[in-house]
Structures are given as C-alpha cells and as structure tokens.
C-alpha cells in the first residue's frame, strides 16, 4: 500500500527555517505528483508548493504566492525523500503542514496545488512561528 510519513516542524522564532521532510513509498507508477498543503484553524487548505518527479522528467515547481522566494520545494531521489524548505518565516505561516502525493502511470502535465487532485496524505506535522 502506499505510504506518507511526515517528519520535522517544530516552533521557532520569525525569521528562522525549518525543514520538513515526506517519504512517500508502496506505488508502482512511473511519476509521482508530490505537494504540500497548509491549514491553520479558523482556514481554508493551502497549496504551498508543488513538483512532479519521474524518471527521467520532472515539472517546474509551483509554489503559492505567499511563499514564492521563501520556501524551496525539492527531493532527495536516492532517499525518496520530499523536502520543503522553509525560510525566513513568518508568524503567518503557522500551520499544520501536510504532504500529499498522486502517483500516474504518466506525466501528465505541471503539478496542481489544487488538494483534491492528491490521493494520498501525510498526518500532518505542527509548525508554529512566533513574533
């Protein structure tokens, strides 16, 4: 079956990184859409960022607008490892943060940070920044 496990998050101060990391395993098909999503209380889900892998071709990634230029979105093949950088943060970026994945037997064109094209969701880690 396939399998989302998240790790990292923690609280930090404005300013600070954090680095989360997603290890999606179990599927069969040649590409993978890989994101993370966002939803703090009270708030709809946010795509944050978005890339598709395979094996030789992979998408431009795709990041929303208020994290262009401050988190990088990026994987570790050898350790099927989905990254999120992020820098410079900010109190608004307290969340729960989770990682989704959408495995096809093909590419099919850029990612999407739209969160029903995603079969298959992490747990879930806690990032909280304060001021």
């Known amino acids: 079956q396939v399998r989302v496990e998240q790790s990292g998050g923690g609280s930090v101060q404005a300013g600070d990184s954090l680095r989360l990391s997603c290890v999606v395993s179990g599927y069969t098909e040649n590409y993978v859409y890989l994101a993370w999503f966002r939803q703090a209380p009270g708030k709809e889900r946010e795509g944050v960022a978005c890339?598709?892998?395979?094996?030789?071709?992979?998408?431009?990634?795709q990041f929303s607008d208020s994290v262009k230029d401050r988190f990088t979105i990026s994987r570790d093949n050898a350790k099927n490892t989905l990254y999120l950088q992020m820098n410079s943060l900010k109190p608004e970026d307290t969340s729960m943060y989770f990682c989704?994945?959408?495995?096809?037997?093909?590419?099919?064109?850029?990612?999407?940070?739209?969160?029903?094209?995603?079969?298959?969701w992490g747990q879930g880690t806690q990032v909280t920044v304060s001021s």
């Open positions: 989704a994945a959408e495995p096809r037997p093909r590419y099919v064109g850029t990612c999407d940070l739209r969160g029903d094209v995603y079969s298959y």
């Open positions: 890339v598709g892998f395979g094996r030789v071709r992979q998408t431009s990634p």
